[in-house]
């Protein structure tokens, strides 16, 4: 099993539409969740971060966290073509006083116009 | 302007030289990472540092090295030993307050 797993896509919706990216992650001591956004060719953007169970939006983007689950989800709603990139899962790992992120693979999204 | 920064963008070398990447933030940040990654795969980690002289190995720390002599500069040495080395390079920097990595442009390394 992998640390983060992400459906790799690619996940195709119309312009408009409710785009759902989902991720699971296994170390259920994990305390951080981020969602990245990384367009083809170019470095991963952070949109959003969340740390407690619950909603959390912005703007267009909400992130969803369910640490029972172990389950992390990003919506966005009102989907553009500008929205289509590879969206990248991570989740902090803390080994006393080192902290690094683990990475999912990533799913491709794509909205059609 | 804050920000990371990466140079040069696209890098060619012949195999058997070492080559170095740098990556300088002026974020005020303490831990900095360096990062590869593959067509079709993720990211994966090759070193990174909490705070000046001192670093640690990643997942794929064989045939780099790295020196942390100031807090705003993390440079990556890609060694001859290194046996895959095209790739795409990444640095990113943390607020550690949010632990929150952010990207430099990357590196894009040829090597044949």
């Known amino acids: 099993q992998k640390e983060v797993e992400q459906n790799s896509g690619p996940l195709s919706v119309p312009e408009g539409a409710i785009a759902s990216l989902n991720c699971t992650y296994s170390d259920r001591v994990s305390q951080s969740f981020f969602w990245y956004r990384q367009y083809s060719g170019k470095s991963p953007e952070l949109i959003m971060s969340?740390?407690s169970n619950g909603d959390k939006e912005d703007g267009r983007f909400t992130a969803q966290l369910n640490k029972a689950s172990q389950y992390v989800s990003l919506l966005i709603r009102d989907s553009q073509p500008s929205d289509s990139a590879t969206y990248l899962c991570a989740v902090n790992r803390v080994a006393g006083n080192n902290r690094k992120l683990i990475w999912g693979l990533g799913t491709s999204l794509a909205v059609n116009p | 302007d804050g920000g990371i920064t990466q140079s040069p963008k696209y890098l060619f070398r012949k195999e058997g030289q070492n080559v170095t990447l740098s990556c300088e933030q002026n974020l005020n940040h303490d831990a900095m990472y360096w990062y590869r990654q593959d067509p079709g795969q993720g990211l994966r980690l090759i070193y990174y540092s909490q705070i000046v002289n001192d670093f640690q190995k990643g997942d794929i720390a064989e045939g780099y090295s790295v020196s942390r002599e100031k807090k705003e500069s993390f440079p990556l040495t890609v060694t001859s030993a290194q046996k895959n080395p095209t790739a795409f390079y990444l640095c990113?920097?943390?607020?550690?307050?949010?632990?929150?990595?952010?990207f430099g442009p990357g590196t894009r390394l040829t090597v044949t």
């Open positions: 990113a920097s943390v607020d550690r307050g949010k632990n929150e990595q952010y």
């Open positions: 969340i740390y």
